[in-house]
Nanobody, 115 residues
Framework: QVQLVESGGGLVQAEGSLRLSCAAS????????MGWYRQAPGKQREVVAT???????YYADSVKGRFTISRDNARNTVYLQMNSLKAEDTAVYYC?????????WGQGTQVTVSS
């Protein structure tokens, strides 16, 4: 089994910063990619950023230049550094690991940006 534990969410003022972390434990050999997704009230879950095992990254247009995804392979952890936060970034953020072609999701962490 795989467990993902997220941390780092909270309340921040607009233009502020937060750093999310997601640590994986358990049967985690064969990680193919890691990513962050978010879901705002009344909206569908959307991809924010992803990083492959080879280090290739993808960012949603709405976060390009403000968010940075990174990983620590030794700690099986993925991070999302969020700068210049906007009210529209308010959402529950979920991490996802693709391990041996199976998706595993974190429990979600709330990010609230006050304007």
């Amino acid at each position: 089994q795989v467990q993902l534990v997220e941390s780092g969410g909270g309340l921040v003022q607009a233009e502020g910063s937060l750093r999310l972390s997601c640590a994986a434990s358990g049967s985690i050999s064969g990680i193919m990619s890691m990513g962050w997704y978010r879901q705002a009230p009344g909206k569908q879950r959307e991809v924010v950023a992803t990083i492959t095992s080879g280090g290739s990254t993808y960012y949603a247009d709405s976060v390009k230049g403000r968010f940075t995804i990174s990983r620590d392979n030794a700690r099986n952890t993925v991070y999302l550094q969020m700068n210049s936060l906007k009210a529209e970034d308010t959402a529950v953020y979920y991490c996802k690991f693709l391990i041996r072609l199976q998706n595993y999701w974190g429990q979600g962490t709330q990010v609230t940006v006050s304007s």
